[in-house]
Structures are given as C-alpha cells and as structure tokens.
C-alpha cells in the first residue's frame, strides 16, 4: 500500500536559516557538558524588539547551496573541551542530516565561556 507517491517536479522547497538555527540550538544544548548558548548580535536586537528568537547563539550562513554554521558556546567545567567541542560539531551536523536531507559544509565553535 502506498500511502505517498514520489511526484517530482511538484515546486521548490526552502528551508529559513532561522529554521536551521532552531535545529541546530536544539542538537547544541542536548551535548552534554554544554553550559548554554551565548547571545550573539542578531539575537539581541531580536529580543530587544520583543520576538522570542530560538536560534539564540547559532549563526547560519548559506552560500551557493553551502552551509556553514557558527555556534556561540559556554561550557561546562566538568568535560574535556575539546571533546565537547567536536560532539557539538557531530551533533549538529548529524541533526542537520537527519531533518532536512542536507549536508553541512563546516560547524565552528566558538567556546565563550566556562562556567
């Protein structure tokens, strides 16, 4: 039984990097010994002018179909940096995959703080 058959050429689908940012803090504050998200520029003014923005400490830049992703971080003091710092990077690349069926160029992370 098929419930949905596969048409193509039906339209185009977009995804917002503000999706992409959501899907990302997502996978970022499930790591373990992930403190929290640092508030970046973008998400300040966002806040400041009273719209709740969920991608609070992740920067998505899309470039010629690319993805590449920013993540602003404080950690925890009781894991290995750098060990936390490359499980960030597998799971929001890995979360990326898994929802939208697209690869993700590069992750940096920017470690902020340690608390």
């Known amino acids: 039984m098929i419930i949905q058959e596969d048409k193509a050429n039906l339209g185009k689908i977009e995804i917002s990097p503000e999706v992409l940012e959501v899907i990302a803090s997502i996978a970022v504050t499930e790591t373990e010994g992930v403190h929290a998200l640092q ?8 806040e400041k002018i009273g719209k709740k923005y969920r991608g609070r400490g992740v920067k998505v830049d899309t470039k010629d179909n690319e993805v590449m992703i920013s993540i602003y971080v404080s950690l925890s003091t009781s894991r290995n940096i750098h060990e936390t710092a490359e499980l960030i990077q597998k799971n929001v690349d890995q979360a990326i995959r898994n929802m939208t069926d697209h690869d993700v160029k590069e ?4 470690i902020v703080n340690i608390k």
Not at 107 to 110: A, E, I, L, S, T
């Open 39 to 46: 508030n970046n520029f973008a998400s300040g003014n966002f």
């Open 107 to 110: 992750v940096n992370v920017h």
